[in-house]
C-alpha cells in the first residue's frame, strides 16, 4: 500500500548572505548528523496550506515569528518515492536576519556563507535542491522535481521542471 507525506521546509537567507541550516542531532532517525533547512511534516489540518506548515516549523525549530520573515515564497516542489511512500516536500525561501531565538533536540542551527552551504554533508534530496537554488536563484515561478535515477549512469537524480499552469503559457 502506498502512503503519502508531506512536508514543508524553508530556506531563510539573512542580509549578509548566509543560509540557516542546522545540523541534525546524531540521535536524529532521519539524517542524523547531516546539515539540512528548517522544516517538517504538515499536521492534518494544514494539509491545504503547506506555507502554514513552513511557518509553524520555522517557528518551532528557531524561534523566529511569522512577522520577522520576508519575501517567503514558494520556490520549489519535489516529489519522491520512499520505499512505500510518496514524499511531497514543499520548500520556501525567504529571508530575516533574526538569529534564533530557541535550542532544539532535533540539532543544532547556524547562519552558513552562501559558498560554504554545499561543503557541508547534505542529504542528497537537499543537496540537489540547494544546488539548483544556487545556480537558478530565485525564479518567478517555482520548480517542480521528481527524484528517480539516472537513465545515463543509474545514479539518483532530479528532474526540475517550471511549475507553471499550461493554460497560461
Not at 552558513?112 to 544556487?134: D, G, K, Q, T
Request: net charge negative; aromatic share 8%.
Amino acid at each position: 500500500m502506498i502512503t503519502l507525506r508531506m512536508m514543508s521546509t524553508a530556506l531563510l537567507w539573512n542580509s549578509r548572505d548566509e543560509l540557516l541550516m542546522m545540523k541534525r542531532s546524531l540521535t536524529r532517525t532521519l539524517s542524523p548528523g547531516l546539515w539540512a533547512a528548517i522544516g517538517g511534516h504538515l499536521e492534518p489540518d494544514e494539509l491545504s496550506n503547506p506555507r502554514a506548515a513552513c511557518l509553524r516549523e520555522i517557528w518551532e525549530e528557531t524561534g523566529i515569528e511569522h512577522d520577522e520573515i520576508h519575501g517567503l515564497r514558494l520556490q520549489y516542489i519535489l516529489l519522491r518515492l520512499n520505499g512505500q511512500e510518496v514524499r511531497q516536500q514543499f520548500f520556501y525561501v525567504g529571508s530575516t536576519d533574526v538569529n534564533p531565538r530557541i535550542t532544539t533536540p532535533e540539532g543544532d542551527l547556524h547562519w552558513v556563507p552562501r559558498e560554504l552551504a554545499l561543503e557541508r554533508p547534505l542529504p542528497f534530496i537537499f543537496r540537489s535542491l540547494l544546488e539548483h537554488y544556487l545556480a537558478n536563484g530565485p525564479t518567478p515561478d517555482p520548480w517542480i522535481g521528481s527524484a528517480g535515477v539516472s537513465e545515463e549512469n543509474g545514479l539518483p537524480t532530479i528532474h526540475w521542471n517550471p511549475f507553471v499552469d499550461p493554460m497560461e503559457v
